[in-house]
């Protein structure tokens, strides 16, 4: 009489043939149940089966085909390394597909586990600490408004340092240049100058 380690068909996984660096789809089985009161005050329960779908990378397989058989799947869920061991007879495994299948020089591939640290780490070098809230930007608001109003009050300032400026520069070059009026000795010693000139172009 043989002995029956499970009640599912053990032939079909076992010619599956899993193996480390195939992506599989494993095909769970779940029974939720939930407990509740009736009239009576007899407590009633009730079960909802639903399939969740697990597809990941097998890093592991352990066993071979004995009746303890199983194999290591491991997923990138949001982010997060997430690794799960099913055996391989297991009744609650509806369905195993093989989805992709890659050739791999190692028994076990443990080694992914560092190499998407290495990544992740790679990554976060990258990032920069930033501490901005909303607040910062309302008092940046608040200090572009009164930082217009200095600007203007510093315009008006500047514009009258100009002014100034070139008020005590038209003064102090009014000081060093002679203001061009002539001495009255000065205009008669030119007058007779002019005269004989007239002379000669009237003799001419």
Partial sequence: MEKVITPVKVEERTKLGIKPGDTVRVHQKIVETKKGKAANKKETTTSNART??????????????????????????????VERIFPLYAPFIEKIEIVKRSKVRRAKLYF??????????????????????????????SKDASGDQSAKQIDLAEKADEVEAEASANAAIAASEP??????????????????????????
């Fill in 52 to 81: 969740q779908v697990f597809e990941g990378l097998v890093i592991a397989v352990k066993h071979g085909k004995e009746a303890g058989a199983s194999f290591t799947v491991r997923a990138t869920l949001s982010g997060i390394g």
């Fill in 179 to 204: 203001l061009g009026e002539e001495s009255p000795e000065e205009m008669i010693a030119e007058v007779p100058a002019v005269e004989e000139k007239e002379e000669e172009k009237t003799a001419a």
């Fill in 112 to 141: 992914i586990r560092e190499k998407v640290a290495r990544e992740v780490k790679r990554q976060l070098r990258n990032m920069r600490i930033m501490n901005v809230s909303t607040t910062d930007f309302a008092l940046d608001a």
